[in-house]
């Protein structure tokens, strides 16, 4: 049995990572490497770190941390955040990231999408897209941390990104960022039925149920999430702590036995 | 020693230190004369063919790497592009690849429907084995490794395919011919399950009697 990946995702802000909450009020969760090892020992599927302030911040991305975090991992690692060029792509991979993502350099720099695939082949491409809903109740995406209006229909964006090589795409929702409201399903759906590569969903995971209904729901082919993987309990206490690959499976299987 | 085979289009960092971790010892390197004398060598890869040979072509380690591994016999596993190296071309480009195992490199494809399965195949994804190999040793049908690819293997000879897996169908992920060995998952990235088959190939010894 195939299982579906469940992908931690970590913010990086500084020198630490961060949860935010409808991408504001960023709260310190701890050091990166330390977190980093935990997930490693818990053998999750795969990781992603994005550094949140890289582009609104104009930060450069932070080299020698991201080396570190890289070498601790015996599972693929994702890398977005401040993405600008191809040097940029090529030193990530040297580094020690599986993938590299590209959010806002991806709408606004196609041919660095087209280069960087054509070069280290879409599989190693992801486009991330981060999407809030308009007054109107339609799907919009927006860019340097969900300061930027693009006036772009996700499922738009999503094939347009495919079409230039990205292997991968990330919806992420804004809204339900930090919520615990369960994920956009409708989002995803959108967009999952869009394309034919592989689409993570991000935003709003409250339980390994969400993380599963993305999937076998929602049409994604992996879920990825923050807080349900950093936090416990009502008040949100710092604590990381991920399902083991068995129990991970097990659940799986059990909501397609039985349909949830 | 193991030398691991830096191309410029890779990361090594996960391989060697997973080595590390099994004490191994195993260096990187961008050196003919380093791959001429190694005793064991490891091809990895990320990124596309035609990029990868002629990175190989152009650093001058293809001579090296064909003395290697056809007149001296050393061992040698590739793994993801590394592997399909080894084969005769890939639809993914022209080059013409290094031609060591009677396989080419074919795209996934899948009658179009919406339940058809996404390209690229990224994931965890378990393997079976039509015939043993010490390169799997301790490894069963428990064992799940990491893929991340849109093109796979087609081997000409079934003798020589030593791990399948399915996605849409089955498909060959690795395969042996005497010193030349290839996985089309990444060992690096795949937990205590790349561990052991790390550990696997640091021990091996295809002229050894078993």
Redesign the interface.
């Known amino acids: ?5 469940i992908i931690p995702c970590l913010s990086l802000r500084g020198s630490g990572f961060v949860k935010t909450e409808k991408f504001k009020n960023p709260k310190y969760l701890g050091d990166p490497i330390n977190i980093v090892k935990i997930f490693n020992e818990k ?1 999750v ?2 990781l992603m770190v994005v550094d949140i302030a890289a582009t609104t911040e104009q930060q450069q991305i932070k080299w020698p941390l991201l ?1 570190q975090l ?2 601790e ?4 690692v994702g890398y977005g955040g401040g993405v600008r060029n191809l040097d940029d792509v090529h030193q990530l ?7 590299v993502s590209l959010s806002s350099s991806a709408l606004s720099d196609r041919p660095l999408v087209e280069a960087a695939a ?7 491409i992801v486009a991330t897209i981060d999407v809030r809903k308009t007054l109107f109740g339609s799907y919009d995406v927006v860019t340097h941390s969900g300061t930027k209006k693009r006036g772009l229909d996700p499922a738009v964006a999503a094939k347009s990104l495919a079409d230039a090589g990205c ?2 795409i990330v919806v992420n929702s804004v809204d339900r960022d930090g919520t615990y409201e369960g994920y956009d399903l409708q989002l995803i759906s959108l967009v999952a ?1 869009a394309v ?4 993570v969903a991000l935003g709003g995971a409250k339980s390994l149920l969400n993380l599963i209904e993305a999937v076998e729901v929602g049409g994604a ?2 879920a990825a999430a923050a807080s349900f993987f950093v936090y416990h309990g009502p008040h949100r206490a710092v604590l990381i702590n991920v399902p083991s690959p068995t129990e991970i499976k097990e659940e799986f299987r059990r909501f397609r036995a039985i349909g949830k | 020693m193991i030398v691991v085979v830096n191309y ?4 090594i ?2 391989i060697l ?2 080595f590390r971790k099994v004490g191994v010892e195993a260096i990187e390197t961008s050196n003919a004369e380093d791959i001429r004398r190694a005793e064991k060598i490891v091809l990895p890869g ?3 063919f035609d ?1 990868g040979m002629r990175n190989l072509h152009e650093m001058g380690l293809a001579p090296a790497l064909n003395e290697a591994v056809l007149e001296h016999r050393k061992p040698i596993l590739g793994i993801c ?1 590394g592997l399909q190296l080894f084969t005769q071309s890939s639809d ?1 480009g022209r080059e013409a690849g290094l031609g060591w195992l009677p396989a080419r490199t074919k795209r996934f494809a899948f009658p179009s429907s ?1 339940s ?1 399965p ?3 195949h ?5 393997v079976n084995f039509p015939r043993p190999h010490p390169l799997f040793a301790g490894l069963d049908d428990e064992a799940r490794f ?1 893929f ?3 093109f796979h293997l087609v081997s000409e000879d079934p003798d020589l395919v030593i791990a399948r897996s ?2 849409g169908y089955d498909f060959d992920v690795a395969m042996a011919r005497d010193n030349i060995l290839g996985v089309q998952f ?1 060992p ?5 399950f ?2 052991q088959l790390l550990r696997n190939f640091a021990n091996w010894s295809p002229h050894a009697r078993t």
Do not use: T
């Open positions: 049995m195939r299982v579906p990946r053998e599927d795969e080396k890289a070498s991992c015996f599972m693929p991979f040297a580094i020690g990231f599986e993938k054509a070069r280290y082949g879409s599989q190693s292997g991968e039925n034919g590569v592989p689409v082919s992996a | 410029r289009l890779n990361n960092g996960s230190a997973m990320v990124g596309s990029f592009l993914e919406p058809a996404k390209i690229p990224i994931g965890w994804n378990s990491y991340v690819h849109s399915e996605y990444h690096e990235k795949s937990h205590r790349g561990l």
